[in-house]
């Protein structure tokens, strides 16, 4: 019965190195999303995996953001050359499947991975 | 492109008391859902209701319930009987045809003893 998993839970690295931040979704569950929670900000969509299908992008502020989805189950966040803009709580996210004309499953949350860029 | 309003930063609350978060947003779509998520200092995100347009009647769960008006895009979450592991931050969502949540900026709760 395990929840949504991510590692690390926290990260500091230093301006212009890349990062990778992975997530490990509840199992079956066939939709996953990235999202950025900037300090005193609300949650901000990043990318969102369905299924085989092409993974909509259009929340990645850049192109030094990018994701990946293997298999269908763990997705890995990339943000290379890090800036210090960078920093926040990035969530991570998984549904049994979004249903057409609107978004009634509910999604469930890992616990998060802090990145610190110094 | 849709936005999720929320109007107050901060509200504390006494123990036992009642308090009510207010939400508002902003769609051209009519089929949608709205959640509003409990955000603990452990950062885990928590579904604490959810409300489907569609529906005029009122969601609730246990001491949480919600007033939503369609016509004014308003949808306000009321705690009754607060207790103190209700502290947290509160954020208000939408859920529309594109599958991915938009949040307002949350509410931080305090509950005081």
């Known amino acids: 019965g395990a929840g949504v998993s991510q590692s690390p839970s926290n990260k500091v690295t230093e301006k212009g190195k890349d990062v990778e931040l992975r997530c490990d979704p509840i199992?079956?569950?066939?939709?996953l999303y990235w999202y950025r929670q900037s300090l005193g900000q609300g949650l901000e969509f990043l990318i969102y995996?369905?299924?085989?299908?092409?993974?909509?992008k259009s929340g990645l502020p850049s192109d030094r953001f990018s994701a990946e989805r293997t298999g269908g189950s763990v997705s890995t966040l990339t943000i290379q050359r890090t800036q210090q803009e960078d920093s926040a709580v990035y969530l991570c996210?998984?549904?049994?499947?979004?249903?057409?004309?609107?978004?009634?499953?509910?999604?469930?949350f890992g616990p998060g991975t802090r990145l610190t860029v110094l | 492109a849709q936005t999720v309003t929320q109007s107050q930063p901060e509200m504390s609350v006494q123990e036992a008391e009642t308090v009510t978060l207010s939400c508002t947003y902003d769609?051209?779509?009519?089929?949608?859902?709205l959640f509003w998520y409990k955000q603990p200092p452990s950062r885990q995100m928590i579904l604490v209701i959810r409300?489907?347009?569609?529906?005029?009647q009122n969601a609730t769960e246990n001491r949480f319930s919600v007033n939503f008006q369609k016509a004014a895009k308003s949808f306000s979450l009321k705690i009754s009987d607060s207790q103190l592991g209700d502290a947290a931050m509160y954020f208000c969502a939408y859920g529309g045809s594109n599958y991915k949540l938009t949040f307002g900026k949350g509410t931080l709760l305090t509950v005081n003893p």
């Open positions: 995996f369905q299924g085989n299908s092409a993974p909509d």
């Open positions: 769609t051209s779509e009519s089929d949608y859902y």
């Open positions: 409300q489907e347009a569609y529906k005029q």
């Open positions: 199992s079956g569950h066939t939709a």
């Open positions: 996210a998984s549904s049994l499947f979004p249903s057409s004309g609107g978004n009634s499953n509910e999604q469930f």
